[in-house]
């Protein structure tokens, strides 16, 4: 009789080892599992962001150069109108080209850099593009009349300004052609990352973050827009790994997987 009751503890401790063996088994395989899943989730979507970062930025490059090739065609134009008529520069007659050429304003210099006479549409004009008109590079262009400056500007607000400098034939002195969109609609034509982002919640995707190595300039969690990325914890210690590596982060908080590739101009993180 002992030796039956001994045996039966002895099955029921086997049964029950057996059985939290079996069970730590499936755990560990059903967490290596999930862990696979979302490590292939991220990176599905961190391919798909990268690839479109890429493709937004091309977009952009290219619209952004057609505008700055057109600044400067303008300058040519009134560089020819100006060495045609041979009169006295006015107001008057660069309102005349600005409006013929559809452009926001005009600005003529002399050889030192000095305002001549300008003409604009709006707001913009020498006192606020002083920075860059001032430029050397700029201000080269006088000294070497075939020598073309164009850049582009973006002010805080998110207005842009295509800008050319091209020297006069007349005689030594720069013709500065300007082109101002605002915030609003260069926020509109150009495509944003952001865009992009928004349409993945942070519940079911997870926080979605691209930044350019110092700001985070889109994430599916709009407070984090405009950050620094120095100062957002997670972020730092996931940069610190290997790209494209699936690590383990925490703060105070909570703990999280994460993983970062690097674009050509952007950080992308999940």
Not at 194 to 216: A, E, I, R
Request: charged share 25%; with cysteine.
């Amino acid at each position: 009789m002992k030796i039956t009751k001994l045996s039966r503890r002895k099955t029921q401790i086997i049964v029950i080892t057996a059985g939290l063996i079996l069970f730590l088994i499936t755990i560990v395989y059903s967490v290596k599992t999930d862990i696979k899943a979302v490590a292939r989730q991220m990176d599905e979507t961190l391919k798909y962001v990268k690839e479109q970062c890429y493709i937004y930025n091309r977009y952009n490059e290219a619209s952004q150069t057609k505008g700055l090739m057109r600044a400067i065609e303008n300058a040519q134009q009134v560089n020819r109108n100006l060495t045609y008529t041979k009169d006295e520069v006015t107001e008057n007659k660069l309102k005349i080209y600005a409006e013929e050429q559809r452009l926001t304003g005009i600005i003529i210099l002399d050889a030192n850099g000095k305002v001549k006479c300008e003409y604009s549409t709006d707001d913009l004009n020498s006192w606020a593009l002083q920075d860059e008109i001032q430029k050397k590079t700029v201000l080269d262009v006088a000294a070497h009349p075939r020598k073309t400056y164009a850049a582009s500007i973006v002010f805080e607000d998110g207005a842009q300004v295509d800008l050319a400098a091209y020297g006069r034939s007349d005689e030594k002195g720069i013709i500065i052609t300007f082109y101002h969109t605002s915030a609003e609609y260069a926020r509109n034509y150009n495509l944003t990352i952001q865009s992009l982002l928004s349409g993945y919640d942070t519940y079911s995707s997870g926080m979605l973050v691209v930044t350019n190595g110092k700001n985070v300039v889109a994430s599916n969690d709009e407070d984090l827009i405009g950050q620094s990325s120095g100062g957002i914890h997670i972020i730092q210690q996931v940069k610190q790994k290997p790209a494209n590596k699936l690590v383990r982060v925490s703060d105070k908080k909570c703990r999280y997987i994460g993983r970062m590739t690097k674009g050509r101009d952007y950080y992308v993180y999940r």
